[in-house]
């Protein structure tokens, strides 16, 4: 039997009505906001994420799905091309290929796959799933304001809590600019080179390739030697300082709580000034729901012109553990099951759902096969309201009979009344 790859799965329903529910609250949210959204290929060049997420992170040193292409084209042959592990870099990458800077700020958000082999385990995934958003802009739309950074981070808010999350936290930071981060990573290879060798693996490479990557590490050992290291906000310049002021400034004003973190960083390469990630303890060790930070450089870095912007992204697959919710409360249940009775009845009953589904009633179809019992006891299974019995008998005269399944109560109600009687009791219940 062939089964689904590791590190992989398939969301069946009801658990698909969770996901639904999340996209479709996100979706509002971001219309609030005045977001729009963005659609990038799921595969790009390889080079676009070397380039930009950064040559020695783990992503692209062991955790992306890489190949050479084989196109029949000549232009095609030996192209390197790579799934994407994240979305931030595709969209910038549209926005320098499409001129998007001729519309001044772009507010832009995604929902979809991306695929990192990376260990499998509780709410990750090889081909895991992303909500994000990005606003980027040249400097005179006002893509540089701490304002933004707020927004963002505001709007994130919002959105836990209008889909029940509580208890959730805020960790706020600044990593400052490239000559900021630049001081930051001497100071932390200095610090780190008598006692890396003490540090785990992953570690002891972080410590020469990308220092700031050491703050990653979830070993419990590793902790006190991490605890001792040099802070990034002894390093800030004055502009990064005020910046941050700024951001924890309009975010104490709109009430959104935060917990400063100056031990929280971004690992990818374009990341500057502010970052947050938000957590939740439902999720365990591994708490992050959301991550996200300041990205000015990007552009540049991918032969843009000047765009600062920010963004973030929240893991879907654990973002849906983390619901109050059940996939019972959100899974909308058939309102009307139809049983026909007799032979020839399936047409007409067919012709039946018709009428009601124009009006938005969810129906489920029985079959002329079934005896009456067999009916009922389908439509109960499934959840159904009512069920609605189409014999010869109701098709003649008009009237139907309509079952409460719950309570047993049965009336008899016109054809031109379904619909009415239909929407009265749903409300009234």
Same mark, same amino acid.
């Given at each position: 039997m062939i089964k689904a790859v590791r590190g992989t799965r398939d969301l069946l329903p009801p658990e698909t009505a969770l996901w639904n529910f999340v996209?479709?609250?996100?979706?509002?949210?971001?219309?609030?906001?005045?977001?729009?959204?963005? =659609?990038?290929?799921?595969?790009?060049?390889?080079?676009?994420?070397?380039?930009?997420?950064?040559?020695?992170?783990?992503?692209?040193?062991?955790?992306?799905?890489?190949?050479?292409?084989?196109?029949?084209?000549?232009?095609?042959?030996?192209?390197?091309?790579?799934?994407?592990?994240?979305?931030?870099?595709?969209?910038?990458?549209?926005?320098?290929?499409?001129?998007?800077?001729?519309?001044?700020?772009?507010?832009?958000?995604?929902?979809?796959?991306?695929?990192? =082999?990376?260990?499998?385990?509780?709410?990750?995934?090889?081909?895991?799933?992303? !909500?994000?958003a990005e606003i980027i802009g040249p400097p005179s739309a006002g893509s540089e304001s701490p304002a933004r950074d707020a927004e963002i981070i505001e709007l994130l808010a919002t959105l836990l809590n209008r889909l029940g999350i509580t208890g959730w936290q805020l960790?706020?930071?600044?990593?400052?600019?490239?000559?900021?981060?630049?001081?930051?990573?001497?100071?932390?290879? =200095?610090?780190?080179? @008598?006692?890396?060798?003490?540090?785990?693996?992953?570690?002891?490479?972080?410590?020469?390739?990308?220092?700031?990557?050491?703050?990653?590490?979830?070993?419990?050992?590793?902790?006190?030697? !991490?605890?001792?290291? @040099?802070? !990034?906000?002894?390093?800030?310049?004055?502009?990064?300082?005020?910046?941050?002021?700024?951001?924890?400034?309009?975010?104490?004003?709109?009430?959104?709580?935060?917990?400063?973190?100056?031990?929280?960083?971004?690992?990818?390469?374009?990341?500057?000034?502010?970052?947050?990630?938000?957590?939740?303890?439902?999720?365990?060790?591994?708490?992050?729901?959301?991550?996200?930070?300041r990205y000015d450089g990007l552009s540049e870095m991918l032969g843009g012109p000047q765009a600062p912007g920010i963004g973030f992204a929240i893991g879907e697959d654990r973002l849906v553990m983390s619901l109050g919710k059940s996939a019972e409360e959100v899974f909308r249940k058939p309102e009307v099951y139809i049983a026909p009775l007799g032979a020839g009845m399936n047409k007409e009953a067919a012709l039946l759902a018709r009428e009601l589904r124009k009006h938005n009633i969810i129906v489920e179809l029985g079959d002329e096969g079934f005896r009456l019992k067999k009916s009922l006891e389908t439509a109960a299974k499934i959840g159904a309201k009512y069920a609605l019995i189409a014999g010869e008998n109701e098709l003649s005269t008009g009237v139907f009979a309509l079952k409460d399944l719950a309570t047993g109560k049965q009336e008899s109600v016109p054809r031109p009344d379904l619909v009415a009687r239909i929407r009265s009791v749903s409300e009234e219940k």
């Open positions: 996209e479709s609250t996100v979706r509002d949210v971001f219309r609030a906001y005045t977001f729009h959204e963005i =659609r990038t290929p799921i595969f790009e060049d390889t080079q676009l994420f070397s380039r930009s997420v950064g040559e020695e992170t783990d992503i692209v040193s062991k955790e992306m799905y890489t190949w050479t292409d084989q196109g029949r084209a000549e232009s095609d042959k030996g192209q390197s091309l790579t799934l994407r592990p994240e979305n931030t870099a595709g969209v910038v990458r549209a926005y320098i290929e499409h001129k998007l800077w001729d519309r001044g700020l772009n507010k832009l958000y995604y929902i979809g796959p991306q695929f990192r =082999r990376e260990r499998p385990q509780k709410g990750r995934y090889r081909q895991f799933y992303q !909500i994000g960790q706020l930071n600044s990593i400052g600019c490239t000559n900021d981060r630049a001081a930051y990573n001497e100071a932390l290879r =200095r610090a780190l080179d @008598p006692v890396k060798d003490k540090m785990c693996s992953d570690c002891q490479r972080r410590a020469v390739t990308n220092p700031l990557r050491v703050f990653d590490c979830k070993v419990p050992e590793d902790q006190p030697i !991490i605890e001792k290291l @040099p802070r !990034i906000s002894q390093f800030l310049d004055e502009p990064c300082r005020q910046h941050f002021a700024q951001v924890k400034e309009i975010l104490n004003s709109v009430g959104v709580d935060f917990h400063e973190n100056d031990r929280l960083v971004r690992g990818l390469d374009y990341y500057m000034r502010t970052t947050f990630e938000f957590t939740h303890g439902a999720l365990g060790a591994q708490n992050a729901i959301l991550g996200g930070g």
